[in-house]
């Protein structure tokens, strides 16, 4: 069974760093697009972030172009986010979720993490 | 971007019924387009990618139609189970979009 669990998020002043994590188990990490999707309190989906199997292709949203790093480790099956300069309309559940096509092209997502809320406020 | 629409943004309907959603984009994304299912304080499910082909495991009331910048969702005969809402995304290119979702509830 495919499980992606996120890290805590939390409580952030503005200005401030998060870093996200998430554990993939149940299939073969290293052979999956992985991305960031964000949800702002009762609003729709907003992509953020794709990487590659091998991180050779990374993509973000412009609206957090230049804040946001994506990062994975296929040694240790796990996929990052690292947010800094946060803003409050970063307030959000953030989830983890895989690519369906395995490929470094645009891709929708087939499994999804439960979510963690990343909440900006001072 | 490419941005994606959809309509209704929500209604009423009853268990039984028959149930169609549209999404448009503002170009051509081929079959480039998925379907989710969100219910209240879950994440997304998966339902239907490259526009027509359901995913593993949804049920076969759910169907996908459409090409080029037209499609639709149809929930043959709809169950309890089905009140949520629905997102359209495509995957034609980056940056990925969404449309802003159709809420189905209870009539």
């Known amino acids: 069974e495919v499980q992606l669990v996120e890290s805590e998020g939390g409580l952030v002043k503005p200005g401030g760093s998060l870093r996200l994590s998430c554990a993939a188990s149940?299939?073969?990490?290293?052979?999956?697009?992985m991305n960031w999707v964000r949800q702002a309190p009762g609003e729709g989906l907003e992509w953020v972030s794709s990487?590659?199997?091998?991180?050779?292709?990374?993509h973000y949203a412009d609206s957090v172009k230049g804040r946001f790093t994506v990062s994975r480790d296929n040694a240790k099956n796990s996929l990052y986010l690292q947010m800094s300069s946060l803003r409050g309309e970063d307030t959000a559940v953030y989830y983890c979720?895989?690519?369906?096509?395995?490929?470094?092209?645009?891709?929708?997502?087939?499994?999804w993490g439960q979510g963690t809320l990343v909440t900006v406020s001072s | 971007a490419i941005r994606m629409t959809q309509s209704p943004s929500s209604f009423s309907a009853s268990t039984g019924n028959r149930v169609t959603i549209t999404c448009r984009a503002n170009?051509?994304?081929?079959?480039?387009l998925a379907w989710y299912q969100q219910k209240p304080g879950k994440a997304p499910n998966l339902l239907i990618y490259?526009?027509?082909t359901l995913q593993s495991g949804v049920p076969s009331r759910f169907s996908g139609s459409g090409s080029g910048t037209d499609f639709t969702l149809t929930i043959s005969c709809l169950q309890s189970e089905d009140f949520a809402t629905y997102y359209c995304?495509?995957?034609?290119?980056?940056?990925?979009?969404f449309g802003p979702g159709t809420k189905v509830d209870i009539k």
């Open positions: 979720t895989r690519g369906r096509y395995s490929s470094s092209s645009p891709d929708c997502f087939d499994s």
């Open positions: 149940g299939f073969t990490f290293s052979s999956y697009s």
């Open positions: 990487i590659s199997t091998s991180s050779g292709y990374i």
């Open positions: 170009q051509s994304i081929s079959s480039y």
């Open positions: 490259a526009a027509t």
């Open positions: 995304q495509q995957y034609y290119s980056f940056p990925l979009t």
